[in-house]
């Protein structure tokens, strides 16, 4: 298998018209469950490509499937294309300078992120109709995963139940399969109702909502030495009870973030939590009402498919950057910290170098660090045998969810980075197609994994999508 494969020229036959599309959703950053122009650019393309649609999958607005062929197995390839609060930044420059002050911006490449995905999925398409080789492609544009859990909703709604493998990737600096490794999560807002008063004349009639906030805090603070090191706690205060001091605050709102390495461990993490925030009502004589946002489970790694991956990853090689993609990379670089560089080599276990970009393969067995976070793909790898790339799309050391990433949105590098990871997902799905034995090797290693237990989700039956919550 090489460049001149059938597979990969389909996609170089249809990258043109993916890359606009990835400018174009770049250029409308949407966040949490808001996508609706990102989603009818995704829509628009899988109509042009002859896809059969279906949208509002699980009562989702900004969710979509789109599926083509006939029988045979199903393999699913996963998009995203929501964006980040107050990261506005103009693309193509090393300075910060946002298009829109607290404007919206790509800060984790989902722009570049669903267009390759949707890429994969429609060369795969083609192979298999040109072919006459029955299986079905599936594209699904899923919303909301920075903080809104859109998979777990979709996962729990069926629309993965007859998926056979599922294929992602997601922008980075490096060009390697995924570490299949990501914290376990939950969203949880704690709801504090008081009693107001006038602070000086009346303070012993008022019960601060905004004073259990602040003992919630402290608790929290304190379990922090007392659980492990792995797991994470970070809050947001969404209403504060009012900007007047003489007036004691009759409510307030924090939103918690609880990570931990497992679906257990996150679970009993939440609980702890949830008896400091009742506590602290307990100690301000309020109400305190805990509601469940979004959560996700920890991702579920595949051996199988990731040495399948992996091999096609060393046949393609990383994408062929040229000077003018180094020297944009370099100066991105001038605008890091020597520690924000070395950190991102520590988390792939090799020794630090000078290069701007990456123009080699992680090794599969190199000694990682890495840096984990929360995403909601887990929830599907619960379900579905599920095997994710890595491809560098930004300058070696580049922090996610900055401004140094939406400038690097658009680069000619990024393009050649999404179109050399279409690739690979595209060579992945026609390998587990053609390949039984890899297919049932898959899904052999999931059923090992999870055990006889199966996939429990982390969301409550009664919790549903929150459609408003990139309004707090």
């Given at each position: 298998?090489?460049?001149?494969?059938?597979?990969?020229?389909?996609?170089?036959?249809?990258?043109?018209?993916?890359?606009?599309?990835?400018?174009?959703?770049?250029?409308?950053?949407?966040?949490?469950?808001?996508?609706?122009?990102?989603?009818?650019?995704?829509?628009?393309?899988?109509?042009?490509?002859?896809?059969?649609?279906?949208?509002?999958?699980?009562?989702?607005?900004?969710?979509?499937?789109?599926?083509?062929?006939?029988?045979?197995?199903?393999?699913?390839?996963?998009?995203?294309?929501?964006?980040?609060?107050?990261?506005?930044?103009?693309?193509?420059?090393?300075?910060?300078?946002?298009?829109?002050?607290?404007?919206?911006?790509?800060?984790?490449?989902?722009?570049?992120?669903?267009?390759?995905?949707?890429?994969?999925?429609?060369?795969?398409?083609?192979?298999?109709?040109?072919?006459?080789?029955?299986?079905?492609?599936r594209?699904?544009?899923?919303?909301?995963?920075?903080?809104?859990?859109?998979?777990?909703?979709?996962?729990?709604?069926?629309a993965?139940?007859?998926?056979?493998?599922?294929?992602?990737?997601?922008?980075?600096?490096?060009?390697?399969?995924?570490?299949?490794?990501?914290?376990?999560?939950?969203?949880?807002?704690?709801?504090?109702?008081?009693?107001?008063?006038?602070?000086?004349a009346?303070?012993?009639?008022?019960?601060?909502?905004?004073?259990?906030v602040?003992?919630?805090?402290?608790?929290?603070?304190?379990?922090?030495?007392?659980?492990?090191?792995?797991?994470?706690v970070?809050?947001?205060?969404?209403?504060?009870?009012?900007?007047?001091?003489?007036?004691?605050?009759?409510?307030?709102?924090?939103?918690?973030?609880?990570?931990?390495?497992?679906?257990p461990?996150?679970?009993?993490?939440?609980?702890?939590?949830?008896?400091?925030?009742?506590?602290?009502?307990?100690?301000?004589?309020?109400?305190?009402?805990?509601?469940?946002?979004?959560?996700?489970?920890?991702?579920?790694?595949?051996?199988?498919?990731?040495?399948?991956?992996?091999?096609?990853?060393e046949?393609?090689?990383?994408?062929?950057?040229?000077?003018?993609?180094?020297?944009?990379?370099?100066?991105?670089?001038?605008?890091?910290?020597?520690?924000?560089?070395?950190?991102?080599?520590?988390?792939?276990?090799?020794?630090?170098?000078?290069?701007?970009?990456?123009?080699?393969?992680?090794?599969?067995?190199?000694?990682?660090?890495?840096?984990?976070?929360?995403?909601?793909?887990?929830?599907?790898?619960?379900?579905?045998?599920t095997?994710?790339?890595?491809?560098?799309?930004?300058?070696?050391?580049?922090?996610?969810?900055?401004?140094?990433?939406?400038?690097?949105?658009?680069?000619?590098?990024?393009?050649?980075?999404?179109?050399?990871?279409?690739?690979?997902?595209?060579?992945?799905?026609?390998?587990?197609?053609?390949?039984?034995?890899?297919?049932?090797?898959?899904?052999?290693?999931?059923?090992?994994?999870?055990?006889?237990?199966?996939?429990?989700s982390?969301?409550?039956?009664?919790?549903?999508?929150?459609?408003?919550?990139?309004?707090?």
């Amino acid at each position: 298998m090489d460049n001149r494969n059938d597979l990969w020229r389909q996609v170089d036959a249809s990258k043109e018209r993916f890359i606009a599309l990835s400018e174009r959703v770049w250029g409308m950053p949407e966040v949490c469950y808001t996508e609706q122009r990102s989603v009818a650019e995704h829509v628009a393309e899988l109509r042009h490509q002859g896809f059969r649609i279906t949208e509002n999958v699980a009562e989702i607005p900004t969710a979509v499937i789109g599926e083509a062929g006939e029988g045979g197995p199903v393999i699913a390839f996963l998009g995203e294309y929501d964006a980040l609060p107050g990261l506005s930044q103009e693309a193509g420059i090393a300075t910060h300078k946002p298009i829109e002050d607290a404007g919206h911006g790509h800060g984790c490449g989902h722009n570049l992120l669903g267009s390759a995905a949707l890429l994969a999925a429609t060369a795969m398409k083609n192979w298999l109709a040109e072919n006459k080789i029955p299986g079905r492609v599936r594209y699904y544009g899923c919303p909301a995963e920075e903080g809104g859990a859109a998979k777990a909703f979709m996962v729990r709604s069926g629309a993965f139940d007859d998926a056979d493998v599922a294929i992602s990737w997601h922008p980075s600096s490096f060009w390697e399969v995924t570490p299949p490794l990501s914290l376990a999560n939950t969203r949880a807002d704690f709801i504090f109702t008081g009693r107001a008063a006038h602070a000086a004349a009346s303070p012993h009639l008022g019960r601060s909502a905004l004073d259990a906030v602040e003992l919630m805090s402290v608790g929290v603070n304190y379990m922090r030495e007392h659980m492990p090191s792995d797991a994470r706690v970070h809050y947001a205060l969404l209403d504060t009870g009012g900007i007047a001091p003489n007036v004691v605050q009759a409510h307030a709102r924090v939103r918690y973030s609880i990570r931990a390495r497992d679906l257990p461990g996150m679970l009993e993490l939440v609980e702890r939590v949830r008896k400091i925030a009742e506590g602290a009502a307990l100690m301000t004589e309020t109400k305190m009402e805990m509601r469940i946002i979004s959560a996700v489970s920890n991702v579920v790694g595949n051996t199988p498919l990731e040495k399948a991956m992996h091999g096609i990853l060393e046949e393609l090689g990383a994408p062929h950057f040229d000077e003018t993609d180094r020297a944009f990379a370099r100066d991105i670089r001038s605008t890091l910290s020597p520690q924000e560089i070395a950190s991102s080599w520590r988390s792939i276990g090799l020794p630090e170098t000078d290069a701007p970009l990456a123009d080699f393969v992680v090794p599969l067995d190199a000694p990682r660090n890495p840096m984990i976070g929360s995403t909601d793909v887990g929830d599907v790898s619960w379900v579905v045998p599920t095997v994710q790339a890595h491809a560098p799309t930004v300058a070696i050391g580049t922090p996610f969810h900055t401004w140094q990433v939406v400038a690097q949105g658009k680069s000619p590098a990024a393009h050649k980075a999404m179109v050399q990871v279409a690739k690979a997902m595209a060579a992945t799905g026609a390998a587990v197609l053609s390949d039984p034995a890899l297919m049932a090797a898959a899904k052999a290693d999931l059923k090992t994994r999870i055990g006889k237990d199966g996939y429990v989700s982390p969301l409550p039956a009664e919790v549903k999508p929150p459609l408003n919550m990139s309004r707090g």
